[in-house]
């Protein structure tokens, strides 16, 4: 079984900002059960730009002129601290991992494409794990991928994935806004289903992307025969418990109907 993780980085953060080592140390521990079960991972991560913001918070007057130069200041800073934790955090479970940093145009020719697949395809063969974000640095305005989420439902399909998962900090999609007590989660999405009219347009804070764009991605993805799974990536144990225990929790499943 291979699987693409997707964390956002609503997932990675704390209320005021700063890095959730915490939470991340705890899907580290989660993502090396799955190793341990055979299971192959592709890891895109969000964070970059919320992880450099909360580092040079502190610095009064950033020199910036313009919200592209904080993108990629924050992102340049924010990057080398999300890899360096990661790397500490599987080093510790004898695992090894790679930084995979691209951008939307190398998946726009078959040359740049097959490349990347034949990096991320021999990491995996050498129990590598790729950790994936988009190049934020570089990758500005019209560069730039819509969100993660996009990113990881082509990493999806280009790797052939059985599933993708994708962390978000609520449990899925909503039949309302997820903060009303009368809103209903749905829990499993079957082929045809239409669930436009429950979607919010509303993004989250720390994030680029919102419902809206997930259920794109994951309906896109699912067309290709793979299972999607939007769940919430602050609850304990969630991977492990949709992947090893097979227990009913709550988040949205587009089954794979192919
Ligand atoms: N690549 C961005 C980061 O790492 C996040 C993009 C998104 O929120 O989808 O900060």
């Known amino acids: 079984m291979r699987i693409t993780i997707k964390i956002g980085s609503n997932v990675l953060t704390r209320a005021d900002g700063s890095l959730d080592v915490t939470r991340l140390s705890a899907l580290v521990d989660q993502i090396a059960v799955l190793r341990q079960q055979g299971i192959e991972v592709l890891l895109v991560s969000s964070g970059a730009v919320a992880c450099g913001r909360s580092v040079l918070h ?34 510790d479970h004898r695992i090894h991992v790679g930084q995979v940093l691209t951008m939307k145009q190398n998946f726009s020719t078959p040359i740049s494409y097959s490349t990347q ?19 934020d640095t570089v990758c500005v305005t019209e560069l730039m991928f819509t969100d993660n989420d996009e990113l990881s439902g082509l990493v999806a399909r280009m790797m052939n994935c059985d599933h993708l998962i994708i962390l978000s900090n609520i449990n899925g999609i909503f039949t309302g806004n997820p903060d009303d007590p009368n809103s209903e989660l749905i829990t499993h999405v079957k082929p045809g289903d239409d669930l436009s009219r429950f979607i919010q347009n509303k993004k989250s804070n720390a994030g680029r992307g919102g419902m809206e764009s997930k259920y794109s991605i994951a309906q896109e993805v699912n067309n290709a025969g793979i299972t999607v799974i939007i769940a919430n990536g602050k609850r304990n144990n969630v991977l492990t418990d949709l992947l090893i225990e097979h227990k009913t929790i709550p988040c949205t499943i587009f089954e794979n109907h192919q």
């Open 58 to 91: 502190s610095m009064k007057n950033l020199k910036t002129k313009d919200n592209v130069d904080e993108r990629q200041l924050f992102s340049a800073v924010g990057q080398a601290k999300l890899i360096d934790r990661y790397y500490e955090l599987f080093r």
């Open 117 to 135: 697949q034949n990096c991320m395809e021999v990491m995996l063969e050498n129990g590598v794990i790729p950790i994936i974000n988009e190049n």
